[in-house]
Structure formats: structure tokens, C-alpha cells
């Protein structure tokens, strides 16, 4: 077992982004074949819900034409951009083998299964302020599945892929029969960089060498950006800010865990303290580059178009288990102790909408775990933007 681990780093530091997540799903099911085929009390929860949602929805008087001026009840579309956790993988698994589910329905930024009442996503929220709303994802699948709609993202995917991205996203709205492109407002949520700082280490060159350094993740995620800004009109996107990947590195309790995760994030995985350190080092650049960005102001030229940056996973740290707090809490993660489960896509999900209502300069840069969805101030009715 000991050789097979090490073989497994080394394929994986030198796979490419594609080629590791074909290794990352071989590995599952070799690793599922040989596990019994029993639910772990610890996964396969379900979605979480919440049951006292009490804001009073308050209503624009018509259809605002600024994006300062945006009310929830005034979004008509959701979409997102990522990876597999935008995908949701293992969400709901019980086993290893269906982290290689995509429950697109259950994700924290755009899936759309039942009501906010069994399912906390940003989607569901934002139906109770409107329940006309579209492009929610719903189901399991993949990207060209029925059900992924204006879910555009992708496992294994990273920065360089964001344009591409932007390209189905716009394509997919402009075709669509059900909403109005030119007049509906649209709240778009991108998050990827976890495949890119889990890669950082495979390549020996540092900094601007590196073809994961900051600089470039920046560069790819302004080009997605920038195609977004040019051809969509009334929208608000969230760019949402890397979380402490280093943190992960607490919650390899399996060897399971360990195992899978030489495919996904050897950096993290087998790193020392120093090792470990570096990637903070560059996550927090990643996360500078985009706070960069979003202040630069040029994707504020026009009124009805907006980037916000929402950091709320940047210190959040991974959460301890309670009843040994030496050890990370296994039931907010998949079976691969590596990607979400249905507690941690509730938090993201409460922790965006929360950064959503939030003023800028004065947003919360960790969830709080158990938090309930908040409602707008009613003297600040807005979702909020550098401008208001």
C-alpha cells in the first residue's frame, strides 16, 4: 500500500489538469472496489435546509437600470463558472465512488433541487425573494447534462479554463428560451483556483516562472471577465476569493483521504510545514491578484455591469470536529475528505449571500457555521457594490 501512495504522488505531480482528474477517477473506483460497499455515517448526509426565513421582500418600483440599485427580488437569472465544487461533486455521496457524482441540484452557488427550507444554496435564496428566477442547475450530471443549465463548471478545471467557460455561459444565455437576455438581470458566480494552487508544486520553477503563479491565474480569470463584461448586459458578478487550501491538509484522517488526494492535491497532501507555508504564501497572492483586479474599477464602466469580489472563504478555516477538536469535522466534506458534502455547500452558500448583503471594505472574510440566512437592511435594500 505504502508503494502505491508513493506512485500515486508522483503521477500526479506530473499530470496535467485534465490528465489528473482521469487519474483522480481511476483511483476512486480502484479505491472503491475495494472498500465494502456500506454508507459511512459520517457522509451521505442530506441537504440542509432552513425553515425560518422571514425577510420582508421588498420590490423595486420598476425594473432598475443600475446594477447599484439591484434588489434581490429584482434578479431574474443565476449562473456560475468553476470547478467540482461549483459541480458539487459528492455532495450528497455516501461512498467513494459517487464523489464522481456531480449534484449539480445541491450546489452552494447555483443548484436549485427542492426549496430553501431542505436546501440551502445561493439559488434557493434568491427564489424566495423571486421565484421566477432561472438558470439554476438541478440533478446530477454533467456540464452537458439537462439539468446543468447555466452551470457551467467543470471538474479538474482551473484559471486557464475561465475563457472558455465565459464563451458556453454566453452562448447558452443568448440561446436560451427562457429568459430575456438583453433585460433580465443576472447574478453570475465565479470561483476557481483550487485546481491551480494544487498544481503549484508540480512544476519546479517559482513565482512569474511558474505557470500556476498569480500572475497568470489573474490573467486568465480577467479574460473570462472580460468577456462577460463585453457581452453581458445587467449583470452582477460575484468573483468569489480562494480559501486556505493548506487547510485541507488537516482533514486526511483515511487513508482513503490520503490516497485520493495524492491525485487531487499532492502539494497539500504530502507537504511539510515549509512546503506547506509556500503554498499559503502563493494562495494569498491569488487571492491579492484578485482583490487587484476587482479595485482596478474597469469593470465599473458601464451602470449595469459589475464585478464583486467576495472573500468570505478566505480565513475560513476548515471545520473541527467537535467532539475531538484535534481532528477536522468529516461530515462537511465528501467521502474524499478533499471536496464539499451537503453541510459545507449550505455554509457557502449562506457565507456568499452574506458577502452579497455586505458593503464593501466590511465583508466577512470567514463563514460562521450555523449562521442564519440573513435578510437585506431595509435601509440598505441593495446588493451591495463599491459604488453604493
Not at 105 to 119: F, H, M, Q
Not at 225 to 244: G, T, Y
Request: some cysteine; hydrophobic content about 40%.
Amino acid at each position: 500500500m505504502k508503494i502505491f501512495l508513493v506512485v500515486a504522488a508522483v503521477l500526479a505531480t506530473a499530470a496535467g489538469s485534465d490528465e489528473k482528474w482521469k487519474q483522480y477517477r481511476e483511483a476512486v473506483m480502484h479505491v472503491a472496489a475495494s472498500q465494502p460497499d456500506t454508507a459511512d455515517s459520517r457522509w451521505g448526509l442530506s441537504p440542509v435546509g432552513f425553515n425560518d426565513f422571514g425577510c420582508q421582500v421588498q420590490y423595486s418600483d420598476s425594473v432598475p437600470t443600475s446594477v447599484h440599485q439591484l434588489r434581490p427580488s429584482d434578479i431574474g437569472v443565476v449562473a456560475a463558472l468553476g470547478d467540482s465544487l461549483t459541480a458539487a461533486n459528492g455532495a450528497l455521496a455516501s461512498n467513494v465512488l459517487a464523489v464522481l457524482t456531480e449534484y449539480r441540484g445541491a450546489s452552494w452557488s447555483i443548484g436549485g433541487d427542492g426549496s430553501l427550507e431542505n436546501t440551502i444554496t445561493l439559488a434557493n435564496i434568491i427564489k424566495k425573494f423571486n421565484p421566477n428566477v432561472k438558470g439554476f442547475s438541478t440533478g446530477t450530471g454533467n456540464v452537458n447534462s439537462w439539468g446543468a443549465n447555466f452551470n457551467v463548471a467543470v471538474p479538474g478545471e482551473e484559471a486557464i479554463h475561465m475563457p472558455r467557460q465565459a464563451d458556453d455561459l454566453i452562448s447558452r444565455m443568448r440561446n436560451s428560451g427562457d429568459i430575456d437576455f438583453q433585460n433580465d438581470w443576472k447574478v453570475i458566480t465565479l470561483f476557481i483556483g483550487g485546481n491551480d494552487l494544487c498544481g503549484y508544486c508540480s512544476d519546479s520553477r517559482t513565482d512569474e516562472g511558474n505557470p500556476k503563479s498569480a500572475t497568470n491565474y489573474r490573467a486568465y480569470i480577467e479574460q473570462a471577465l472580460d468577456k462577460l463584461h463585453a457581452q453581458v448586459p445587467r449583470a452582477f458578478v460575484n468573483l468569489v476569493s480562494m480559501l486556505d487550501i493548506a487547510e485541507l491538509n488537516k482533514g486526511q484522517l483515511t487513508f482513503s483521504c490520503r490516497l485520493l488526494s495524492a491525485f487531487l492535491c499532492d502539494c497539500v497532501t504530502y507537504a511539510n510545514d515549509n512546503e506547506l507555508n509556500i503554498i499559503r504564501r502563493v494562495n494569498g497572492e491569488y487571492q491579492d491578484a484578485l482583490r487587484d483586479l476587482v479595485g482596478s474599477g474597469k469593470y465599473d464602466t458601464r451602470d449595469d455591469f459589475t464585478v464583486v469580489l467576495q472573500p468570505f472563504l478566505e480565513n475560513t478555516p476548515i471545520p473541527m470536529n467537535p467532539n475531538n477538536p484535534s481532528e477536522a469535522d468529516l461530515t462537511y466534506f465528501a467521502p474524499d475528505c478533499f471536496h464539499f458534502g451537503a453541510k459545507a455547500h449550505a455554509e457557502a452558500a449562506e457565507g456568499l449571500w452574506m458577502n452579497m448583503l455586505e458593503g464593501w471594505g466590511s465583508k466577512s472574510t470567514s463563514w460562521v457555521l450555523g449562521r442564519d440566512v440573513q435578510c437585506p437592511l431595509s435601509n440598505s435594500p441593495f446588493l451591495r457594490t463599491m459604488r453604493n
